[in-house]
């Protein structure tokens, strides 16, 4: 069977064209500014043939969301490529993990799916990179035991450039040296390794406090750069969200 997913973030929509259980092709659009469905429509379809893809073929679209105002906006789109109505997936959707709080996003939701059907048997921590930057943990046995959210790594960036009268905008990578000697090399530094001092205590604070060496997963925009930093990140998965989205969707 032949499903798109989407997962409606604050910085980005990301799709996925999955045959069966496997993700084939994905790609990403800018969530703002926000579009009319007749905007969506025209760029869903003209991305549709650029990765020759006939929506007749498809069985089923799969909506995860976490900007209201872009679900309907979203599904009205895929009613005019598609002609069936989204399957739109949430925190109440049912699953074999318990979401437990009634405020929890659908992105944390779906990355606590994934990382229980993907790594079963021990517990996980995924740390998203997104617009904030998040750490979920489940149990072996589906239990939620616990969510940090914390101000993402672009949103910080950003803040920090818009905030102030001389800091230029960088590209978020690894420095040469911690210590750096110019500006942007400073700023390297910071992002990078002050965020990763962050990420590694969350890691290491989750693991004291559930007495167990947790399995990490990381996704998100910038998770890449974190990766190969850090011993503590054990899988970087930049479509584990989508895969979460996939297993919510996929039986209903």
Known sequence: MNSIVINVGNSNIRFGLFNGDNCDISWVINTKP???????YVQMLMLY????????????VIIGSVVPQLTKVMSSGIKKIHGVSPVIVDRTTP?????????MGTDI??????????????KKIVIDFGTALTASCVAET??????IIAPGIVTSLNS??????????IELKKPKSVLGLDTVTCMQSGMVYGFLGMVEGFVNRINE???DECFVVATGGVSHVYKPLTDKIHVMDRLHTLKGLYFLGKDL
Do not use: C, F, M
């Open 49 to 60: 043939q650029t990765y020759k893809i006939e929506p007749t073929e498809i069985d089923k």
């Open 109 to 122: 939701y779906a990355n606590l799916v994934a990382a229980h059907n993907l790594y079963p048997n021990r």
């Open 160 to 169: 920090l450039i818009n905030q102030t009268a001389q800091l230029p905008d």
């Open 142 to 147: 589906g239990e939620t035991l616990g969510v």
């Open 34 to 40: 926000y579009r009319t469905a007749d905007e969506l």
């Open 209 to 211: 406090e559930v007495n």
């Open 95 to 103: 699953s074999e993990v318990q979401a437990k709080s009634k405020q």
